[in-house]
């Protein structure tokens, strides 16, 4: 996979955070938003049937399900990174 593809997607992951930072607003805690985005490079098959096999799933499956009950907190260091 070529670098600028993983570049691209932690960029667009950053985005989406800071858009939701802006959304969540003055919104009061229990009406906001709040996610994790998880980056993997792996491969990933589409079966026939349009599910998703592969450790890039498995990963993902293992993080959601072992996933920390706290607050996500920005990691201050992920866009010095990227850039």
Do not use: W, Y
Not at 6 to 21: G, K, L, W
Not at 49 to 61: H, P, Q, T
Request: with cysteine.
């Amino acid at each position: 996979m070529p670098r600028g593809i993983v570049v691209d997607a932690v960029r667009c992951a950053i985005e989406v955070q800071n858009a939701m930072v802006e959304r969540n607003a003055g919104v009061p805690e229990d009406r906001r938003i709040v996610f994790r985005i998880g980056i993997h490079l792996g491969d990933v098959v589409e079966e026939a049937d349009g599910d998703l096999m592969g450790d890039g799933v498995n990963i993902a499956a293992q993080l959601e399900k072992d996933r920390d009950k706290t607050k996500p907190e920005k990691d201050k260091d992920s866009k010095k990174d990227v850039e």
